[in-house]
């Protein structure tokens, strides 16, 4: 009815599950090998991936697709695939879970996996600084210590947990810039042991990449699955080595070459050959509201969901691989799911898209003016500004462009919302 009445449906049976039973977690994982994803960055995409490349080997596997990631949605994703029948084949659950959601399901269920892709500043007015996003996912990670741990070796502060759990790491042994000094907006800075400014043999992006501490030796843990070379980089996806093999991803970025190779660490664990993973990675389609690609008129238009400065950066990144012109849409709202505080929109790199051959440029969302203002002290120019204060103004002059391709940067209840107008006019034929 949720799901028929008001286009939902992705939490609120969970809520009524748990008033019905706070403990129906135990009875509907009960035959579920369960793959938990969690991090700040790249959950859903790395969720998507393995998803994917465990339906293309033929198993049968749920996933909770639509990135509702509280207990609440989890437990509505479980509910919506209960079968009263009694099932003797393996079943899988990759599911995407809130860094501060992990605890509660880990009080139910034991996963046969989590994977946690990264830790940045992220919503801090509900987080706290990312130190405290570590704490909260390894209260949940303590509760299950016969879960097999697959973490970035690049973050920091994944080294070294000290939890008796089996721990698989990867990581690139390349870097895709020449640099190795970390930016002063980035998170993780200084040695988790004894607070020294970490050094870098190179950097990724943000504070990822070969890290160690001149003062008391801490550093990156050796790897067990890595990125040895990025071959070449389009706007549609990269060509890469791991552990020796050649793969196209066939999504964008350093992020998805990140997220891809969390998906094959997660495979590997599993079982699954690296035939089927180098079959299932070249054909990935976006997930969610996630570099997704929507026909709008004749134009081809590109979500991308951004939430925080080490995100936007990479997002920006991306869209920099793109040397036509295009045109841009940028949301910012500041509700609950956003995070209410948007200073941190002045630490993303805005002036990088002040070289790029961008022709409109529209600007939406609650905070529409504070992301106008940003743009123009980056530089980029105002005469091409153009404020949308509907759905209805912004859809028509993206149909008005002159060329073709429209990326569109959106925050999480900004893409969301986005998406129903979509869906609602037609452009979008389902909506989760």
């Known amino acids: 009815m949720s799901k028929l009445l008001f286009k939902g449906g992705s939490n609120f049976p969970g809520k009524v599950a748990l008033k019905l039973d706070k403990n129906i977690l135990k009875v509907i994982c009960k035959n579920y090998k369960i793959i938990l994803i969690t991090g700040t960055n790249g959950k859903t995409t790395t969720t998507s991936m393995i998803y994917n490349i465990l339906k293309d080997t033929g198993k049968s596997v749920i996933t909770n697709s639509t990135g509702a990631n509280m207990i609440t949605g989890i437990v509505a994703c479980f509910v919506e695939n209960y079968s009263f029948k009694k099932c003797c084949e393996t079943n899988y659950a990759v599911i995407e879970c809130d860094e501060a959601n992990v605890s509660f399901f880990t009080d139910y269920i034991t ?27 390894l209260q949940g990670i303590k509760k ?29 042994n390349c870097s895709p810039t020449r640099d190795k000094e970390v930016s002063i907006n980035a998170d993780a800075k200084f040695c988790k042991k004894c607070k020294s400014p970490y050094k870098y043999n190179f950097l990724t992006y943000s504070h990822l990449g070969d890290y160690y501490c001149e003062n008391c030796g801490y550093k990156r843990p050796d790897l067990d699955y890595v990125l040895d070379e990025i071959k070449f980089q389009t706007p549609d996806g990269s060509s890469v080595v791991i552990n020796g093999e050649d793969y196209y991803i066939n999504q964008p970025g350093i992020y998805n070459m990140y997220n891809a190779l969390c998906a094959y660490s997660v495979a590997v664990v599993c079982g699954i050959s690296t035939s089927h993973i180098y079959n299932s990675l070249k054909k990935q389609q976006s997930a969610f ?39 841009l849409v940028v949301l910012l709202n500041d509700n609950y799911a956003d995070g ?34 940003r743009l123009k002290v980056a530089g980029l120019p105002e005469k091409n500004f153009i404020i949308c204060k509907t759905y209805e103004q912004l859809i028509e002059e993206v149909k008005n462009c002159e060329s073709n391709t429209v990326y569109v940067l959106a925050t999480y209840t900004a893409m969301i919302s986005l998406r129903k107008f979509l869906n609602s006019k037609g452009y979008i034929k389902k909506l989760w």
């Not at 940045?120 to 909260?136: A, H």
């Not at 509201?289 to 008129?297: A, K, N, T």
């Not at 961008?358 to 003016?369: A, E």
Request: hydrophobic share 40%; charged share 25%.
């Open 289 to 327: 509201g996630r570099q997704e690609s929507i026909e709008v008129g004749s134009k081809e238009v590109k979500i991308i969901l951004v939430k925080n400065p080490a995100g936007y950066d990479q997002a920006i990144n991306t869209i920099s691989l793109d040397d036509r012109t295009f045109n």
């Open 111 to 137: 996963p046969e996996v989590i994977a946690v892709t990264n830790l940045f500043r992220d919503q801090l007015d509900r987080y706290g600084e990312v130190y405290t996003t570590l704490q909260k996912i």
């Open 144 to 172: 299950a210590p016969l879960t097999n741990l697959v973490l970035n070796g690049d973050e920091s502060l994944l080294g070294d947990l000290n939890v008796p759990n089996r721990t698989i790491y990867y990581g690139f």
């Open 340 to 373: 209410r505080d948007v200073s941190w929109i002045w630490d993303v790199n805005f002036e990088r898209l002040s070289s790029l051959s961008i022709d409109k440029i529209m600007i939406s969302g609650i905070r529409l003016y504070d992301m106008a203002v």
